[in-house]
T-cell receptor, first 116, second 114 residues
Framework: AQSVAQPEDQVNVAEGNPLTVKCTYS??????LFWYVQYPNRGLQFLLK??????LVKGSYGFEAEFNKSQTSFHLKKPSALVSDSALYFC??????????????FGTGTRLTVIP | KAGVTQTPRYLIKTRGQQVTLSCSPI?????VSWYQQTPGQGLQFLFE???????NKGNFPGRFSGRQFSNSRSEMNVSTLELGDSALYLC?????????????FGPGTRLLVL
């Protein structure tokens, strides 16, 4: 079975401070890991993904994520938060063995609020 | 390139009715997946279509169905609507749906069942 946990429903951070949104996963074998962001009344926008190789993945809008296999984590980070980063963030996983099936398993989401 | 489009954006239906939602993928994408998003259950996978065939299905009742056309556009249908079907329905497209391909999401159709 595959699953994703986002332990924090809400994260508040001051503008200009670094931010971290946490994600841990459970999957048989190796994972493909994704981060998406959702703004109000919008669909999900792709931020970044981990496939293999370098554990630090860089994505859109200055976001990056660190893959840690031993801790089964894929935390999203940004060095300096902007008010416009305030949104709902989703972590998702798919098992690499899962051929012929394209579904992602999503976490419950973390609402990020950046305080001016 | 145009993104994934979904129509309609908003729908209000009553219990017992049926509804059809439409999704047009990014040009060249052949895989379309559908997800249901609710406050209580989060994002849940409904089904995926590739080359006009359902390739994968989530754990939803048979009232939820879909199809894909030769131009890769997809529709999903929900029959005998229940109050609990109120949700944001998202579709996502990708090239072929294999490996680590990124799924790109549309803006969603918000369905309210009264």
């Amino acid at each position: 079975a595959q699953s994703v946990a986002q332990p924090e429903d809400q994260v508040n951070v001051a503008e200009g401070n670094p931010l971290t949104v946490k994600c841990t996963y459970s999957v048989s074998g190796n994972p493909y890991l994704f981060w998406y962001v959702q703004y109000p009344n919008r669909g999900l926008q792709f931020l970044l993904k981990y496939i293999t190789g370098d554990n630090l993945v860089k994505g859109s809008y200055g976001f990056e994520a660190e893959f840690n296999k031993s801790q089964t984590s894929f935390h999203l980070k940004k060095p300096s938060a902007l008010v416009s980063d305030s949104a709902l963030y989703f972590c998702a996983v798919r098992a690499t063995y899962q051929t012929g099936a394209n579904n992602l398993f999503f976490g419950t989401g973390t609402r990020l609020t950046v305080i001016p | 390139k145009a993104g994934v489009t979904q129509t309609p954006r908003y729908l209000i239906k009553t219990r017992g009715q049926q509804v059809t939602l439409s999704c047009s993928p990014i040009s060249g994408h052949r895989s379309v997946s559908w997800y249901q998003q609710t406050p209580g259950q989060g994002l849940q996978f409904l089904f995926e279509y590739f080359s006009e065939t359902q390739r994968n299905k989530g754990n939803f009742p048979g009232r939820f169905s879909g199809r894909q056309f030769s131009n890769s556009r997809s529709e999903m249908n929900v029959s005998t609507l229940e109050l609990g079907d109120s949700a944001l329905y998202l579709c996502a497209s990708s090239l072929g749906g294999q490996g680590a391909e990124t799924q790109y999401f549309g803006p969603g159709t918000r369905l309210l069942v009264l």
